[in-house]
């Protein structure tokens, strides 16, 4: 140590013209080094694609998916599985580790799924190694701890992460899958329906009827003007079940009149009810059900 100080003490300009040059090699390099926010690499991961004709979501979900991501999982070295289930197909992703031999991976997840692809409901079952670099999108998959609803998860997703994903240089369009949307479920039964002479169809015209904004024009007075209108959109089940479909005759009658009507309620005749639509597909990570923003 004491010879190096020595050095530097003796030969100031020397020390003087190795230091500026390596700050010059460093500026050098700093100019023509690229910065890739996705950098090229490889990640070690293998798709399952699965074909089975026209079968809903749900059913190829406890058909094949939950004994696939099962196998699956169980491999050596697998970090993570996540399925994306649509009309008549499905799609497994099984991730490993970085430094996972992919052909021995391959081969030992191509020899677990041999049942299913031997499997008569199965059209085809092709597994396949992806380079992410080859498709110019980001899948991203989310789930929340406390908002087990997937329509409510849907909602969070579509107003808040999607609108600030778009709003970011570069993405063009953000698609979610595997959201469920609440819809009205109104069941009823044919005979209670034909002892009171109604049908389906006159129940949603009444529906469609009773359930809008009308405008009613406007109205002028000194010097200004209202907007008036009248508003009997339906929010709640409450609503809708106190809706009247048709009038029923009573059991009371009287010398001047052989019957009175009293009104029918929606709710008399059907079960109203909101609940979740069933999905075009389903996206799961980890056996868990998410939502796929792409």
Do not use: W
């Not at 090699?25 to 991961?45: A, H, W």
């Not at 999607?162 to 970011?168: D, K, S, T, V």
């Not at 059907?270 to 996206?283: L, W």
């Amino acid at each position: 140590m004491r010879k190096i100080l020595q050095f530097v003490l003796k030969n100031p300009v020397t020390i003087s013209m190795i230091v500026l040059a390596t700050l010059l090699l460093g500026k050098i390099s700093y100019d023509r080094l690229s910065v890739d926010l996705l950098p090229n690499m490889n990640t070690p991961r293998l798709f399952v694609e699965l074909k089975a004709g026209e079968r809903p979501p749900e059913e190829i979900e406890k058909m094949f998916v939950e004994s696939m991501e099962s196998m699956a999982i169980r491999q050596s070295d697998v970090v993570q599985v996540s399925s994306v289930i649509r009309a008549g197909s499905a799609q497994l992703t099984v991730e490993y580790l970085q430094n996972k031999d992919m052909d021995g991976a391959f081969l030992d997840l191509q020899k677990v799924m041999t049942s299913f692809s031997q499997n008569p409901d199965v059209e085809s079952l092709n597994i396949t190694q992806h380079d992410p670099n080859m498709a110019p999108v980001m899948q991203i998959a989310l789930s929340h701890q406390s908002i087990t609803d997937m329509a409510e998860l849907r909602k969070m997703a579509d107003s808040y992460v999607r609108n600030e994903l778009i709003r970011l240089e570069g993405i063009a369009e953000v698609t979610l899958s595997g959201e469920e949307v609440s819809v009205l479920s109104i069941e009823t039964d044919p005979y209670t329906l034909s002892s009171f002479g109604i049908t389906m169809e006159e129940i949603a015209s009444k529906i469609e009827t009773n359930n809008q904004i009308i405008s009613g024009g406007t109205v002028s007075e000194l010097g200004l003007q209202y907007l008036v209108k009248s508003s009997s959109v339906f929010n709640t089940e409450s609503d809708f079940e106190k809706l009247i479909v048709t009038y029923k005759p009573t059991s009371e009658a009287t010398e001047e009149a052989t019957t009175q009507n009293a009104p029918l309620f929606l709710g008399e005749v059907a079960t109203v009810e909101f609940k979740n639509a069933q999905p075009d597909n389903i996206v799961r990570i980890n056996g868990k059900r998410c939502i796929g923003l792409s």
